[in-house]
């Protein structure tokens, strides 16, 4: 018995270091110009090994997704434990989405993203995924809401609408921040992504007041 957990602990081990190197490699190259021969090498194992774990190159690069956001959801999980009001929740949400260098920031994956919408587009499977990871997205942003409405911070509102139209938005906000859009920068992609949402929320917009200078 010992032996087979450890069997499983090596595999979980060996499993996770080629979701690493996948999720690597497709966000500096891109899916099509990456191979499962170049994820094997990456981590010294052979392609068969690879597509013994995962199958096809299409799986390999939802899991690979899957696998990246982890760290963005159990710090998220955190976050929601931690920060008590819908307000900051949002504004938090939205500086981990689109703002780079922020250490849960989703930015560094949305390479993946692309490609696996591209994907989607073509293969019913790899949609069928696409699908599952958009309700976990969606999912999360109505979490945030209900609570705001169930701790009375704001009124009662289509929480499920709400969720649709708001990770649209950000989506939509990423490509253009993504792209370096000379109009859409991550100053104002995160102002319009948080003026929607308060306006649709109705959330408190009053901003703190500035700190004033000490005297000398």
């Not at 774990?53 to 710090?75: I, V």
Request: proline fraction near 3%; charge should be negative; include cysteine.
């Amino acid at each position: 018995m010992a032996a087979r957990v450890n069997g499983d602990a090596v595999a979980d081990v060996r499993r996770d270091q080629m979701l690493a190197a996948a999720a690597t490699l497709i966000a500096e190259r891109g899916f099509s110009d990456t191979r499962i021969a170049d994820v094997a090498g990456r981590v010294g194992a052979s392609p068969a090994l690879v597509i013994y774990y995962f199958g096809t190159k299409d799986s390999l690069l939802t899991e690979a997704l899957r696998w990246s956001e982890r760290s963005f959801y159990a710090a998220t999980e955190e976050m929601l434990r931690t920060t008590p009001t819908i307000r900051r929740r949002l504004e938090t949400l939205v500086e981990w989405t689109l703002v780079p260098d922020v250490p849960t920031s989703m930015t560094s994956d949305w390479g993946l993203w692309f490609d696996l919408w591209a994907q989607a587009f073509r293969h019913p499977g790899v949609n069928k995924d696409r699908a599952e990871l958009d309700a976990q997205w969606r999912d999360l942003i109505s979490r945030v809401v209900q609570a705001g409405v169930d701790d009375g911070e704001i009124a009662a509102v289509d929480v499920e609408t709400f969720a649709i139209m708001w990770c649209s938005l950000l989506d939509g906000l990423v490509v253009q921040v993504a792209l370096e859009d000379p109009v859409v920068g991550v100053e104002r992609a995160c102002q319009v992504a948080l003026d929607v949402a308060f306006k649709e929320l109705g959330v408190n917009t009053g901003k703190p007041r500035r700190r004033t200078a000490k005297k000398a």
